[in-house]
């Protein structure tokens, strides 16, 4: 606790006094240029990672960066996702997975659950990425468990998109192209971002030049969607 009183003391005697500017005028509204759907792991830092001040990424965070039915409304994200998309009119949408999720593991051992009651029932919206995975490395021998999870943190990247449009608001926002919709992967060890291409079906660097794929080596990228 004391590192983050500390962190605070800073904050309070030198970042404040140089952008005191900028959050008189976020005092009065906010405009954010996206809603961030990523998951609570504390190593995944939406702000860090675009480089963006206070009040330009609208966050929602959770375990396994899942999106429920509209219907669910126990955990806040949908009406996170409606208050973004219809009251600040976000433009885009990023769901954003990321190496070495906790959450991911957990549907691939579901063995590690048994005293997480309510982890395990969270991670039920993550369930047709799990069937489907389940059946299609069922044959599958040749990948290692790193190898197998970065498949399924793909994987749910693609589900929770197919989710997000199921919601009213998105889906109204994108039939009048006031919305666009992006999957990436984050991989914390390299500081890497992958973005779905949903043309090739496969995800591809964020930007030229980085690397082709999280799980295969250049070249040898694999399809999953």
Known sequence: MQQLIDGYTRFRSKVYPQHSKLFEKLSKGQQPQALFICCSDSRVMPEMMMQCDPGVLFSCRNAGNLIPPPSEVGSGVPATIEFAVRVLKVPDIVVCGH????????????????????????????????????????????????????????????????????????????RKKAVQLHGWVYDIGRGDILQLDAEQGCFLPLVTGERSSVMAPPGKQRKIA
């Open 99 to 174: 190496s070495d999720c906790g959450a991911m593991k957990g549907i691939l051992k579901s063995e590690s659950l048994e005293s997480l009651p309510v982890v395990r029932g969270w991670l039920e919206h993550a369930g047709p990425s799990a069937r489907w995975l389940t059946r299609m490395l069922k044959d599958t021998t040749s990948m290692s468990f790193e190898e197998t999870l970065d498949v399924v943190t793909e994987a749910n990247v693609i589900v929770q998109m197919q989710n997000l449009r199921m919601h009213p608001s998105v889906d109204e926002a994108i």
